[in-house]
């Protein structure tokens, strides 16, 4: 058990969300499932803590202030270790599925057809933990 709870606080999920309450809850979520978190309020600080911290998996709005989320996306995926990273798409529009198909993001979820848990579950699969 001791572990399991180690290897967890070793992964690094960067939440990118503009929205402080949403993006606290789901901090709050998975730091109580023992992970370490990163948090960014829009996509130019996003990029630059992903490429600073390399975090094992990134939370990602779409519509984000500064640089929106498809932005942070391209820049992501032109680098060697962000073509590698699972991103997980946090947005308010089913429309932009196709958007997660493009940069080839581990996992889409609308706003509103979520609970903090799925979000939890998913991060833990692509962690393949």
Do not use: C, Q
Request: net charge negative; hydrophobic share 45%.
């Amino acid at each position: 058990m001791f572990n399991n709870l180690f290897n967890k606080l070793k992964k690094n999920i960067l939440v990118v969300e503009d929205d402080e309450t949403l993006r606290g809850a789901i901090s709050d979520k998975l730091r109580s499932e023992g992970y370490a978190v990163l948090e960014a309020a829009d996509g130019s600080e996003a990029l630059r803590i992903a490429f600073e911290n390399h975090p094992n998996v990134i939370l990602l709005d779409l519509m984000l202030p500064i640089m929106d989320g498809a932005e942070v996306l391209s820049e992501l995926r032109k680098d060697a270790w962000g073509a590698k990273i699972p991103v997980i798409i946090v947005s308010n529009l089913p429309d932009d599925r196709e958007l997660g198909k493009k940069y080839n993001v581990y996992w889409y979820v609308v706003k509103s057809d979520w609970k903090l848990a799925d979000i939890a579950l998913k991060v833990k699969s692509a962690l393949k933990e």
